[in-house]
């Protein structure tokens, strides 16, 4: 079963929708305008609960189907932010604020999951109840954590949850997934080397800040190499370096280090917290100076649970012929909050060959949209067949 007719007619509105949204693009919580669209499209389809305010600026909308003897409970989630870059992609619909962009394609997440909340609302066509999720700060700011720190699985009794995210690189509208430990848990470091600054031509008189971090940049590297299990996956990047010295004639008193760690299991995530806190100290100590470790946990690696995952599958494989395995993903993925509540899964889809996300000149597909929003779509009516 190829896409859904309907989709095929609804593609013009959708697609103003997606680039309504991509010329208006709003980052972290502040999808104010986005949020007030999508509760405004949603209670103009007919849903039979919109609730705005959810997780600061989520909107919940609920769908109930012509019948309820499963008592089924299913939540779609889409996300809204956008990113803080400046959009070099010359669109007729680009960015009309400075310095702000859809560069993840929340746009047509958005779109796509309206789409599909139009279609479930005028056709009713199932056994169950689906309540659509539209969460604000998926780009670090944990929009879904807060989301879920509201009471939203509980409020709806939401019993499953699935995600969907376009994937450049992967043919256009077609699909890929894998079960169990799916994108990474991120966290971040500060590392704040204090030594003591002099002349830089009395070195025997200071303790050289900047030497004791280039050690400690090397020595950070012994956590994947030598710590982690080599057949594990695990990322440490120092990213920025800052000395408290501007001259060529000061040795600094001062380093100050960030960096990112991703790791796809608990274990490794504490392993590699331990070490980099002690390797960090202890490097210090040997030159005599202070290392100050301050380590930030992000979003938890993202596990897809194997029952969600294989239905998934199998629904993409209705839609579109085939669903490929995907990679594991270093990246994050705030939706492993959802799916630390409820089980679930998440799937991508392809974006054809365009610039990655993230990337200035990217922008959504919006041919991925009939595949998009029937799979949404199907994920509902297979899930919870109408009686
Ligand atoms: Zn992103
Ligand atoms: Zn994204």
Known sequence: MPVKNRFAELLPEITAWRHDLHENPEILFETHRTSAMVAEKLTAFGCDEVVTGIGRTGVVGVIKGKSNTSGK??????????????????????????????????????????GAAKYLAETRNFDGTVVVIFQPAEEGGGGGREMCEDGMMDRWGVQEVYGMHNWPGLPLG????????????????????????????????????????????????????????????????????ESSSKAFNVIAQRVHMKGTVR????????????????????TAAAFGAKADVTYYRGYPVMVNHAEQTEFAAEVAKSV?????????????????????????????????????????????SDEVIPAG???????????????
């Open 373 to 387: 929003c029937s799979w949404w779509a199907e994920i509902v009516e297979q899930r919870m067949p109408a009686a």
């Open 174 to 241: 077609s699909f890929a997934i894998r079960p169990g430990a799916f994108f990474a848990a991120t966290d971040q470091f500060d590392i704040m080397i204090e030594g003591r600054g002099g002349h830089a031509a009395k070195p025997h008189e200071t303790v050289d800040s900047t030497l004791v971090a280039a050690h400690v940049v090397t020595a950070l590297q012994s956590i994947v190499s030598r710590n982690a299990d080599p057949v594990d996956q695990i990322v440490v990047s120092v990213t920025a370096i």
């Open 320 to 364: 579109s012929g085939a669903c490929a395995d995907a990679p594991l993903i270093m990246g994050g993925e705030d939706f492993a909050f959802m799916l630390e509540e409820r089980p679930g899964a998440y799937i991508l889809v392809g974006n054809g060959n365009t610039a990655a996300v993230h990337h200035p000149e990217y922008n959504f």
């Open 73 to 114: 409970v299913i939540g779609l989630r889409a996300d809204m932010d956008a990113l803080p870059i400046h959009e070099q992609t010359g669109l007729p619909y680009k960015s009309k604020t400075d310095g702000a962009m859809h560069a993840c394609g929340h746009d047509g997440h958005t779109a796509m999951l309206l």
């Open 263 to 282: 790791t796809m299991s608990t274990a490794m995530r504490d392993l590699a917290q331990q070490r980099l806190k002690a390797i960090a100290e202890g």
